[in-house]
């Protein structure tokens, strides 16, 4: 079994995993715990989200958040969120990297999650997660909710790319260098994209974890896959046109991010009460393994009658 990935088991052409990684996004937290737009009782989806997440993985290599981890930066917001999720971060044994994003304040950010001087320095970090690098960018820029990353971050950045990881990186940020079929996102997008570009092409980063949509949505940026996790507290309903596109308070989700030697895979995890069979489980597992290639194929993929 590869460290960190939870899985014993490696029927077909591939390795498990070297890393895995819980990407969440868009808490959206208030102070006292108060209902997002009086309605949405984001602390409640949260707390089903960490439930979620202790349930698929025992020991992920890191819990990353992207983002809009308040909704008016206040300070209770973030000692609320960080009571919600350094229990479970420390139960699973996982470092916990915060994003900062449009809601966010950042001297309040820095204080509350960080113990860090609140000042309005951007919220970047590098992690050595066991070979795999992840830097936070912070894309938030003060009293505007567009995006944006100024010369000083992006030479900051290429100089941290200038030596290789030996597992690769991700880079963890805010707003996707994506363009949206929402209109709306359109005008709060990430500036300086081609500068971005600049700096990250022909570099060891392999992928882009971000947040800011509310709903999952992947692409490609300067040759590197983007993902974007949807969010905790609600989501965008894009069941609709485009143009009449707004929240829900239904569809909330997480990604699993599995990463390989030759490929990063992200799996959409919702966060949701239905039903579930019972046929696979690890006693199904144990006696799959002890098959040989052959009779797996016999017991599981040949069709009755065939």
């Known amino acids: 079994?590869?460290?960190?990935?939870?899985?014993?088991?490696?029927f077909g052409r591939h390795d498990p995993a070297s890393h895995v990684l819980i990407h969440v996004s868009d808490p959206h937290?208030?102070?006292?715990?108060?209902?997002?737009?009086?309605?949405?009782?984001?602390?409640?989806?949260?707390?089903?989200?960490?439930?979620?997440?202790?349930?698929?993985?025992?020991?992920?290599?890191?819990?990353v958040v992207t983002g809009d981890l308040a909704d008016l930066g206040e300070p209770d917001a973030y000692r609320r969120l960080r009571a919600a999720v350094e229990p479970v971060a420390d139960e699973l044994g996982a470092p916990l990297i915060w994003v900062a994003g449009n809601h966010d304040e950042r001297p309040a950010l820095r204080a509350g999650l960080l113990d860090a001087e609140p000042t309005e320095d951007p919220v970047t970090g590098v992690w050595d997660l066991a070979g795999l690098r992840l830097i936070a960018l912070d894309t938030s820029v003060p009293g505007w909710h567009h995006g944006d990353l100024d010369e000083e971050q992006l030479s900051w950045l290429a100089d941290v790319l200038a030596d290789p990881a030996p597992h690769g990186t991700l880079l963890a940020m805010h707003h996707p260098p994506l363009p949206s079929h929402l209109p709306l996102f359109d005008?709060?997008?990430l500036r300086h994209q081609d500068e971005l570009a600049e700096v990250i092409r022909g570099t060891d980063v392999r992928?882009?974890?971000?947040?800011?949509?509310?709903?999952?949505?992947?692409?490609?940026?300067?040759?590197?896959?983007?993902?974007?996790?949807s969010a905790t507290c609600y989501t965008m309903n894009v069941a609709r046109?485009?143009?009449?596109?707004?929240?829900?308070?239904?569809?909330?989700a997480f990604q699993l991010v599995h990463v390989?030697?030759?490929?990063?895979?992200?799996?959409?995890?919702?966060?949701?009460?239905?039903?579930?069979?019972?046929?696979?489980?690890?006693?199904?597992?144990?006696?799959?393994?002890?098959?040989?290639?052959?009779?797996?194929?016999?017991?599981?993929?040949?069709?009755?009658?065939?």
Request: proline fraction near 6%.
């Open 207 to 229: 992928g882009i974890l971000a947040g800011h949509l509310h709903y999952s949505s992947q692409g490609t940026f300067a040759g590197v896959p983007v993902s974007v996790s």
């Open 29 to 63: 937290f208030l102070a006292g715990g108060a209902r997002l737009g009086g309605k949405y009782d984001v602390e409640a989806n949260f707390a089903r989200t960490l439930d979620a997440i202790r349930s698929v993985h025992p020991h992920p290599s890191a819990i």
């Open 187 to 189: 005008i709060l997008e």
């Open 241 to 252: 046109p485009s143009a009449e596109v707004n929240g829900m308070d239904a569809a909330q």
């Open 260 to 306: 390989y030697p030759e490929t990063i895979t992200h799996t959409v995890v919702p966060v949701t009460q239905a039903a579930t069979g019972d046929y696979f489980s690890a006693d199904w597992l144990e006696r799959m393994a002890a098959l040989t290639p052959e009779q797996r194929l016999e017991a599981f993929s040949r069709k009755p009658g065939r």
């Open 1 to 10: 079994m590869s460290a960190g990935t939870g899985n014993a088991y490696a």
